[in-house]
């Protein structure tokens, strides 16, 4: 709800006046400021939304709403010319609660002012907004409220427009307008005779010529359920020749690719982005049977029912490239819910299916190394749990921290590339995956001998050692391993983990550059 300021003055030699009235509860959405000045106070204008002269007053100018303090003695000598400008009178002594209950209803009166006002501007301002005329009527008939829009239709300004009937404001003569052809009539009296809604198309005959209008209108109805008058609003579609006009412009004006085929089968309108698509002329196509063209270029498929739409994968002559379409097809109704034809709508979505391939891959790829990474690896395992045998090898690289402190990180990510691909050479066919900065695991599932996967580990150890002694900056690297392996269906994947974990910690411990295997707590 928007809030109301209500300014007081109140012209006294004491403050009586101003602590009753500031007692008195304020309607909802209002909210009052007292001042009170005294007469000592030097000022000629008093402005305020409300002024309450409880004091000599003749030398004030008051700008605002006056209520005058007085004697009923002083009643016979106050001038009556004055009183044209005072909101209210109050005699004195002042009755407590009579001034309470007078200053609720001013409060009362001013708050539906303000709040008519306000609904005012917001009716006016938003009929400005609407592109499309609109107007209200009174029971004769008369224009009351119109917007600019409408003012542009029929070439008349508002002063000129407000208060005058349909034959002045569209030049035609009362006869014609008696006959009810082209002027609106029919429709007028159904909405004020059926007090309901109606929508129409019209046509409307005005200095200019014939004008062609879809318009809404309906029933104006006060709080006592009389009608009052009517409303409307027209949306100009002269420039149409007819609905199918209008239809041509919407589909031309579409990203996608649309064709349309009717009751029997018959192609009878395509778009420029369908002809596009299809490397087709529409004239080439409008006429036929959208079956055999859909069966020699789209391979007969039939739409999935179930899901709303398909794929179809189309190559594009054009860019000699292969486009990827979702195929939406939709029935069309007549006015009685019978299906009349068929829209089909080919939204290419090559760029967004490759863009989800790309982020589903970034999703699950280590950035540097190309590997698996530890969201992947989660997926992985919580895939294969029902695995019978699961076997983990945590590799982690020795001194890695060193290679950074010295000779930067550079060396370091050369590093982790170069043991991602030695991990892929020595275990081409299991699932590796880098899980932090250095350190990568390879999850291999089914049964697999410990000595025989100590050995493969053993292995690519010593490889790695190889490649390291290559560089001066990687003479200090080495690797560790550890490996655990878990049966049955009920497997922890985290304890798993944790396991391999700690056959890595105890072969760091024995000296690195080794393989431990998880040997129990």
């Not at 080439?284 to 994968?313: F, H, M, N, P, Q």
Request: charged share 30%; glycine share 8%.
């Amino acid at each position: 709800m928007y809030r109301y300021l209500f300014n007081i003055v109140i012209l006294s030699e004491t403050k009586v006046l101003g602590e009753l009235l500031s007692q008195v509860p304020p309607p909802e959405g209002v909210d009052c400021v007292f001042s009170t000045i005294g007469s000592a106070d030097r000022i000629e204008t008093v402005k305020a939304d409300l002024i309450i002269l409880d004091s000599p007053f003749s030398q004030y100018e008051c700008d605002g709403k006056v209520i005058i303090c007085l004697e009923t003695e002083e009643m016979e000598s106050f001038a009556a010319k004055r009183w044209e400008s005072i909101f209210d009178i109050w005699l004195k002594p002042f009755n407590e609660k009579l001034i309470a209950l007078r200053f609720r209803h001013i409060l009362e009166h001013w708050k539906l002012e303000k709040t008519h006002r306000f609904s005012e501007q917001c009716m006016d301002t938003l009929l400005e907004c609407i592109p499309d005329m609109v107007w209200f009527k009174d029971l004769e008939g008369l224009h009351v409220k119109v917007n600019d829009a409408f003012c542009n239709i029929v070439g008349k300004p508002k002063g000129d427009v407000t208060g005058k009937d349909h034959c002045y404001i569209w030049d035609v003569s009362r006869e014609e307008f008696e006959k009810g052809q082209f002027v609106c009539k029919e429709t007028d009296e159904y909405v004020l005779t059926h007090r309901q809604k109606c929508k129409s198309t019209e046509a409307v005959k005005s200095q200019h010529g014939m004008r062609q209008f879809n318009t809404y209108k309906a029933p104006l109805i006060d709080e006592g359920g009389r009608i009052m008058g009517s409303v409307g609003i027209g949306h100009d579609i002269t420039d149409l020749e007819n609905k199918g006009a209008e239809m041509e412009i919407i589909l031309r004006s579409m990203p996608f690719g649309i064709l349309v085929w009717n009751e029997e089968g018959r192609v009878i309108n395509a778009n420029s982005k369908f002809e596009e698509y299809f490397n087709v002329s529409g004239k080439d196509i409008i006429g036929k049977s959208y079956e055999a063209w859909s069966y020699k270029t789209l391979g007969g498929e039939t739409l999935d029912r179930c899901e709303g739409y398909r794929e179809v994968k189309i190559q594009c002559d054009k860019d000699d490239i292969e486009r990827l379409l979702e195929l939406h097809e939709e029935p069309i109704y007549d006015v009685f819910q019978n299906e009349i034809g068929r829209i089909c709508i080919y939204r290419d979505i090559t760029m967004e299916r490759a863009m989800e391939q790309q982020i589903l891959r970034n999703s699950n790829t280590d950035f540097l190394t190309g590997l698996n990474n530890r969201r992947s690896l989660y997926r992985f395992l919580g895939e294969n749990k029902e695995e019978a045998t699961f076997s983990l090898l945590y590799l982690d690289l020795d001194h890695f921290k060193g290679v950074n402190d010295n000779y930067g990180h550079q060396a370091g990510d050369e590093a982790l590339i170069m043991t991602a691909r030695l991990m892929q050479e020595c275990f081409p066919e299991e699932f590796i995956a880098r899980i932090g900065g250095d350190e990568f695991l390879i999850a291999i599932l089914g049964k697999k001998d410990i000595g025989e996967l100590t050995v493969k580990s053993q292995k690519l150890l010593g490889r790695m050692r190889e490649e390291f002694t290559k560089s001066p900056c990687w003479k200090e690297l080495s690797a560790s391993v550890g490996i655990a392996q878990a049966e049955g269906k009920d497997l922890d994947i985290d304890e798993l983990i944790r396991h391999s974990d700690s056959a890595l910690y105890a072969a760091k411990e024995a000296g690195r550059a080794r393989v431990c295997v998880y040997q129990g707590e």
